[in-house]
């Protein structure tokens, strides 16, 4: 049972990101999200659970379609569900790398409500999960993390978003002595990519949005990573928002099972332009190709997928080894 939801989750990824890959370097981020969301949407309406939106494109008022609380899917199990199904909207209109569709569950009431506003973060993958803290300066983070993985400090790649407000972070990773990868979009997979052997990055640090936390989490727990975060309020009336949702830890270190509370918690993503982590879609004249991660907290199992859809068929696998 536990595979056969992953694949039908599977498939809900596969649906955005053939929708929202149509609209790769056309300049359209709109368009390519819209895309993204409604191929998901309706994807969800194939599955046989009883889902509720817990992260997703906004409040009811501000996203018609996978809103926060929408109820999705035709019946059956309780999950919670967090979704993007455009991972990085600039990037797939620039048609540049590591746009991705994405999605993790877990059982009802698993998975925090994450408020809108900002979260520190650090992430690193299993070799140096038990060495990094939020609360370490950069430069104490990235020689603990040279350490555990037993490289020189000047062979480590620290992935950090490219934003003004990560100047000082910036300057100071660099006089550690590491280098850096910057990326314009797509932090979730700054910090999946952590864990992933063959992407060349090996912690991830800075501010982002709070709801990918969430999910960078919860791949971070199928793969034994860490994910630390703590907010990073940009207002007073954000903090009292977040207070009345119950959101945990307000002001303290957001642990791995604040962000998501459970062992059987399952993070899928297929890419929709080409990265280090997954292939993009690719069209041909009887259909498309797709590439694919799929995480499962519960059995320890990361599998890559790619899917093959033809135009007229039925879809099929191919083994990836």
Request: net charge negative; glycine share 10%; hydrophobic share 45%.
């Amino acid at each position: 049972m536990r595979s056969t939801r992953i694949v039908e989750m599977l498939e809900v990824t596969e649906a955005a990101a053939l929708a929202a890959g149509r609209w790769m370097g056309k300049g359209d981020k709109h368009a390519a999200d819209d895309a993204a969301v409604q191929g998901m949407r309706k994807a969800f309406e194939e599955v046989d659970i009883s889902g509720t939106v817990v992260i997703g494109e906004g409040e009811r008022d501000e996203a018609p379609m996978l809103y926060i609380g929408e109820k999705v899917g035709r019946g059956g199990e309780e999950i919670d569900i967090a979704v993007d199904p455009l991972e990085g909207t600039n990037l797939t209109a620039a048609g540049q790398p590591n746009s991705l569709a994405v999605l993790a569950f877990g059982p009802k009431g698993t998975l925090l409500h994450a408020p809108d506003t900002y979260m520190n973060k650090v992430a690193v993958g299993p070799a140096a999960a038990d060495v990094v803290h939020i609360d370490a300066t950069p430069t104490e983070n990235v020689r603990a993390v040279a350490k555990a993985l037993d490289r020189d400090v000047e062979d480590l790649v620290v992935c950090i978003l490219d934003r003004d407000r990560h100047k000082d972070l910036i300057a100071e990773v660099r006089a550690a002595g590491a280098r850096i990868r910057l990326i314009s979009d797509g932090d979730v997979f700054g910090a999946v990519a952590t864990a992933i052997e063959g992407t060349g990055i090996h912690l991830y640090l800075g501010i982002g949005a709070a709801p990918e936390g969430v999910l960078a989490c919860a791949a971070m727990k199928c793969i034994g990573g860490c994910f630390m975060g703590r907010f990073a309020w940009r207002s007073p009336e954000e903090k009292a928002r977040a207070v009345d949702m119950g959101t945990c830890n307000i002001d303290g270190v957001l642990t791995m099972d604040c962000l998501v509370n459970t062992d059987e918690t399952a993070f899928i993503a297929t890419g929709v332009t080409d990265g280090e982590m997954l292939k993009g879609v690719r069209y041909f004249g009887q259909g498309a190709r797709t590439h694919s991660v799929a995480m499962d907290s519960k059995t320890r199992t990361v599998r890559f997928i790619e899917t093959v859809y033809r135009t007229g068929a039925e879809k099929f696998w191919v083994r990836m080894d």
